[in-house]
């Protein structure tokens, strides 16, 4: 059960917290972004390549995009209208006339940004503060910084690390892992609407709970795969920084990882 004092993640002992390096003050990051809007737009279908809708394959094979959307769409926008002002897993809110280019910071898939000597080991999208992840079902989501859609497996020049929340007061980094979370978490849905149990959830530890980045980079992960873009994220209700998770004890950040993600939109 969730808050058990017997369970492993003090002493130093879970490595976890060994690659953190927490700020012990109060405060935190802006609040994420709240609602996943499911509307879309002109320029949108219902298409997706993970969530059982159908996506179309470009003339060259390499790229597919969501039904309905040309390349022309894909590369350099509109994005669905969900996506426009939508703030990031940062706390970025979009500004559609102020966004780079792909051609102008590296865009590229992850394979090829690993040919990239600006690249380093973990870095996507679904790991980055700018990312905005998939909110109508096609797979694909956004940037508050670069224009037309975005996977959480891409990459671009600008990627920017998600800020670190800092400990809660009245808790120790030890004790995050498994730590009851606050009330406003305990039963609430997640952004993939999975409701969360607190007498049914995984360890941290069971799950090597760990950072997207350092998953990817190790191997752990795949690229695209952060809590911000799982469909069993809670994001942030208090500002403070932290989320929780549908499915794993304690506190959960956006920019982690653990080995159950599963899809944002995944369960739609
Ligand atoms: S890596 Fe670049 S394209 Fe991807 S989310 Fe970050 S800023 Fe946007
Ligand atoms: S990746 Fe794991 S810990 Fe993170 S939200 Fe998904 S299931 Fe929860």
Redesign the pocket.
Known sequence: MEGDSSKPGGGGAYHYWSRRHYLVATGGIAALSGCLGGDVDEADDAGTTTGGATSTTMADGEEELPDGVSEEEFENGPVPEAYRAAVSLGGEQRNADDLFAKGDVQFSEYDEALENDAHQPGRCCANCGEFIADRNGDAFGACSAVNGYIDGADWCSVWEELPEPSVPEGLTESELPTAQVPAEYRTAS?QGGEERDPDDLDT?EA?Q?TESVEAIADGLGQPG???GS?????PDKNGDGW?A????EGY?AVE???????HVTEER
């Open positions: 997640s941290q799950v709970l795969q952060s809590c799982c469909a069993e994220f809670i989320g998770c549908a499915k794993v959960v982690d990882w653990c080995s159950i993600w599963e």
